[in-house]
């Protein structure tokens, strides 16, 4: 992984050096992010387009078992007639699960990679780092900062993001140069944005304690705007409390994380879920659902029944092509 994470601290690096602002730099590595999942996001909205042209059919099985929700039997074949449409049609329900299982691995590593720019963004050694942390905590009193943060040996505790804001210092960078010779001509990322260190852990006694409520706001707006713009199946529609749940707990758990984490982390979500919605804007409208009329849903009916054809292709009206070959059955 360590290679993973310099290679993300490489990017950060080079982003910083030529925007000249390491929260730039963030922001369009998320950017960046976005457009290398965007194949995924393609297949997932292509494969809830294509959910969405077999409602008529889903329909016509669901009404053929109305009225007999209770009977555990008739729901088990139900289900399984769904599942025949399904393959029938070459559906698979699980393809859109892919760009959401990605998102967790990929935050991990941003995660470290953001935490730890010391190690993977300057590439300072172990033995470097030692050095630094052990002139910084017998010299504490010189940086303004608290017995407490230094242990037993003498040597500091606090986090990289933490040496970095203190290297930041022009003053107390050439101190700490001037005895740790291996950082000399090094340039540290700088975390700060009006003063304020970014690459500190938001509280309630700081300017920071925007992030998590601001993060909180962006996903949960976000989530109900993704919603608003994607194909909601039969199941979700009917279940109205668990999809409020959702919307609820999601961005609570990340505000809960956000005042755990550094605030870049915060700031990398919030961007994030913007990017995500406008993405999803513009899938929507390459991608269009397709819209029926009650002829459509008798139409599926009376093919169940056998009394008519299968035949009827239900489109979106508007033929489309994708610039990404991701599909076997693209033209």
């Given at each position: 992984m360590n290679y993973i994470y310099q290679a993300i601290g490489t990017v950060l690096s080079w982003f910083d050096s030529f925007l000249g602002s390491y929260l730039l730099a963030i922001i369009l590595f998320a950017i960046v992010i976005k457009l290398l999942m965007l194949p995924l996001s393609i297949k997932q909205q292509k494969n809830m387009q294509k959910q969405a042209t077999l409602r008529p059919k889903e329909m016509a099985i669901r009404k053929k078992y109305k009225g007999q929700e209770n009977d555990r039997d008739a729901m088990l074949r139900m289900q399984n007639e769904m599942q025949d449409m399904y393959r029938a049609n070459n559906y698979n329900q699980?393809?859109?699960?892919?760009?959401?299982?990605?998102?967790?691995?990929?935050?991990?590593?941003?995660?470290?990679?953001i935490t730890q720019p010391l190690s993977y963004i300057c590439r300072f050694s172990a033995e470097v780092l030692t050095n630094i942390k052990t002139f910084i905590g017998a010299n504490y009193e010189l940086f303004n900062l608290a017995a407490s943060t230094v242990d037993d040996k003498g040597i500091y505790t606090g986090s990289e993001l933490q040496i970095a804001s203190?290297?930041?210092?022009?003053?107390?960078?050439?101190?700490?140069?001037?005895?740790?010779?291996?950082?000399?001509?090094?340039t540290v990322p700088n975390f700060s944005l009006w003063g304020i260190n970014l690459g500190e852990i938001p509280s309630f006694t700081s300017w920071l304690i925007l992030v998590p409520i601001l993060s909180f706001a962006v996903q949960f707006g976000s989530m109900k705007l993704t919603r608003m713009m994607s194909y909601q199946p039969m199941e979700m529609q009917n279940q109205g409390c668990a999809n409020w749940m959702m919307d609820i707990m999601m961005p609570l758990m990340t505000t809960v994380i956000a005042f755990r984490v550094p605030a870049l982390?915060?700031?990398?979500?919030?961007?994030?879920?913007?990017?995500?919605?406008?993405?999803?804007?513009?899938?929507?409208?390459?991608?269009?659902?397709?819209?029926?009329?009650?002829?459509?849903?008798k139409e599926a009916e009376r093919a169940m029944r056998g009394k008519g054809t299968a035949s009827r292709n239900y489109d979106t009206g508007?033929?489309?092509?994708?610039?990404?070959?991701?599909?076997?059955?693209d033209e």
């Open positions: 699980f393809a859109g699960c892919l760009p959401m299982l990605i998102q967790f691995p990929v935050i991990i590593i941003i995660y470290n990679a203190i290297l930041n210092n022009s003053e107390w960078f050439n101190t700490i140069a001037a005895e740790v010779t291996e950082i000399a001509g090094t982390l915060g700031i990398y979500w919030i961007f994030q879920g913007i990017i995500g919605v406008v993405q999803q804007f513009i899938l929507k409208k390459i991608f269009p659902m397709p819209t029926f009329t009650e002829e459509d849903y508007k033929k489309y092509r994708s610039l990404h070959n991701i599909d076997a059955d």
